[in-house]
C-alpha cells in the first residue's frame, strides 16, 4: 500500500511539474515589470486580445521556482522547477516563425509528430536556464502550449 500512495505521489509531482494549470487571480494593478529582476518577469500581449498579460517567476511556499503568467484575469502556473529562481529566466519573445530545439539539431532527431518551428502569432514567454536551456510558451486557444527552443 505504502508503494502505490508513494507512485500516486510521484506521478501527481510529475504531472504538475509538466502541465500548466489555472489558479485563482490576483490583483496585478500594481504590476511593475522594471521594479522586479529584470530576467525574473515580463509583460505582452499573450493572447491578442489587446490587453497587458503578465508573466513571472516566485517561490511557492514549499521553495519551488513557479513560472507564472496571468492572462485575461486568469493566472497559470505553467512550470515548477527547482528550489533556485537565480539563473532562470523568462523574456518576451516577438511575434514570428522559430525553430525548434530538435530542428535546430539539439537532442535527438525530430519524431514525426513533433514540430519543428512555431509561428507565434502573439508575443510568447521564453523560460529558461540562462547559458543553457529555452522553453517558448505560446498561447494557442485557450491555454498555453510548449515547445523547447533550445537543450
Same mark, same amino acid.
Given at each position: 500500500?505504502?508503494?502505490?500512495?508513494?507512485?500516486?505521489? +510521484?506521478?501527481?509531482?510529475?504531472?504538475?511539474? *509538466?502541465?500548466?494549470?489555472?489558479?485563482?487571480?490576483?490583483?496585478?494593478?500594481?504590476?511593475?515589470?522594471?521594479?522586479?529582476?529584470?530576467?525574473?518577469?515580463?509583460?505582452?500581449?499573450?493572447?491578442?486580445?489587446?490587453?497587458?498579460?503578465?508573466?513571472?517567476?516566485?517561490?511557492?511556499?514549499?521553495?519551488? *521556482?513557479?513560472?507564472?503568467?496571468? #492572462?485575461?484575469? =486568469?493566472?497559470? #502556473?505553467?512550470?515548477?522547477?527547482? =528550489?533556485? *529562481?537565480?539563473?532562470?529566466?523568462?523574456?518576451?519573445?516577438?511575434?514570428? +516563425?522559430?525553430?525548434?530545439?530538435?530542428?535546430?539539431?539539439?537532442?535527438?532527431?525530430?519524431?514525426?509528430?513533433?514540430?519543428?518551428? +512555431?509561428?507565434?502569432?502573439?508575443?510568447? /514567454?521564453?523560460?529558461?536556464?540562462?547559458?543553457?536551456?529555452?522553453?517558448?510558451?505560446?498561447?494557442?486557444?485557450?491555454?498555453?502550449?510548449? #515547445?523547447? /527552443?533550445?537543450?
Amino acid at each position: 500500500m505504502y508503494r502505490l500512495i508513494n507512485l500516486m505521489s +510521484v506521478l501527481v509531482s510529475a504531472a504538475l511539474l *509538466c502541465s500548466p494549470y489555472a489558479v485563482a487571480a490576483a490583483d496585478r494593478s500594481g504590476f511593475d515589470a522594471a521594479q522586479r529582476t529584470q530576467w525574473h518577469s515580463t509583460t505582452g500581449d499573450f493572447n491578442g486580445d489587446g490587453e497587458i498579460d503578465y508573466a513571472w517567476l516566485e517561490l511557492d511556499d514549499y521553495g519551488y *521556482c513557479l513560472l507564472m503568467a496571468e #492572462v485575461a484575469g =486568469r493566472q497559470y #502556473v505553467l512550470r515548477r522547477s527547482g =528550489r533556485v *529562481c537565480g539563473g532562470l529566466y523568462v523574456v518576451t519573445l516577438a511575434p514570428g +516563425v522559430h525553430a525548434t530545439a530538435c530542428a535546430k539539431g539539439y537532442g535527438p532527431a525530430c519524431r514525426p509528430d513533433e514540430l519543428r518551428e +512555431v509561428n507565434l502569432a502573439h508575443t510568447g /514567454l521564453l523560460f529558461g536556464q540562462q547559458e543553457a536551456s529555452g522553453q517558448l510558451w505560446y498561447w494557442r486557444g485557450d491555454g498555453f502550449s510548449q #515547445v523547447w /527552443l533550445s537543450d
